[in-house]
T-cell receptor
Framework: GAVVSQHPSWVICKSGTSVKIECRSL??????MFWYRQFPKQSLMLMAT?????????EQGVEKDKFLINHASLTLSTLTVTSAHPEDSSFYIC??????????????FGQGTRLTVV | AQTVTQSQPEMSVQEAETVTLSCTYD???????LFWYKQPPSRQMILVIR??????QNATENRFSVNFQKAAKSFSLKISDSQLGDTAMYFC??????????FGDGTTLTVKP
């Protein structure tokens, strides 16, 4: 149990276009999902906390107009990279915490999305 | 704010031997959770082991065990009988009661045949 599916696994887009990445909890409800960015051989950097039914909370230095987050339901959060540029190329990972219970503080990760902007 | 420090960027170990990865953290919270995650080349984050801060007993999962020293804010991971499949990047993570994670910079572990 506790599977998080992230789609797409990889995407190549042209500079100036927007890209949407989906994060779904398949067998549990998640009131909170997190979006991370990871550069090669580096740690996961938290970008924002996605809360179902309310606005996302962004970490310092993350442009909220650039990285739009929508948490429309208890099983789906989306990250849209708007007007993508080559410097946005990175590996993006989402995680979801089950709502309540003993595993509420355990993060389950999606497979990640490799974004390349050309 | 929480910080997590992994002071060993890279480590290597011979197959079947034991290796310990270090992790220290800093927090003002009293109740929190600590994790070790493994990230193989596929980049999928895999949970290795979990420790609740309120539990004094060190967590163990088969060949993986931790040495949790709450007063020293230390949380090291011991891998016994290392296997080639253990080769990966390992991240120590602190998760607050609110579910927010803070990761260390990672340790790249190579198991040599």
């Amino acid at each position: 149990g506790a599977v998080v599916s992230q789609h797409p696994s990889w995407v190549i887009c042209k500079s100036g276009t927007s890209v949407k990445i989906e994060c779904r909890s398949l067998d549990f409800q998640a009131t909170t999902m997190f979006w991370y960015r990871q550069f090669p051989k580096q740690s996961l950097m938290l970008m924002a906390t996605s809360n179902e039914g309310s606005k996302a909370t962004y970490e310092q230095g993350v442009e909220k107009d650039k990285f739009l987050i929508n948490h429309a339901s208890l099983t789906l959060s989306t990250l849209t990279v708007t007007s993508a540029h080559p410097e946005d190329s990175s590996f993006y990972i989402c995680s979801a915490n089950p709502a309540g219970g003993t595993r509420a503080t355990e993060a389950f990760f999606g497979q990640g999305t490799r974004l390349t902007v050309v | 704010a929480q910080t997590v420090t992994q002071s060993q960027p890279e480590m290597s170990v011979q197959e079947a031997e034991t290796v310990t990865l270090s992790c220290t953290y800093d927090t003002s919270e009293s109740n929190y959770y600590l994790f070790w995650y493994k990230q193989p080349p596929s980049r999928q984050m895999i949970l290795v082991i979990r420790q609740e801060a309120y539990k004094q007993q060190n967590a163990t999962e088969n060949r993986f065990s931790v040495n949790f020293q709450k007063a020293a804010k230390s949380f090291s991971l011991k891998i016994s009988d290392s296997q080639l499949g253990d080769t990966a990047m390992y991240f120590c993570a602190f998760i607050s009661n609110a579910g927010k994670s803070t990761f260390g910079d990672g340790t790249t572990l190579t198991v040599k045949p």
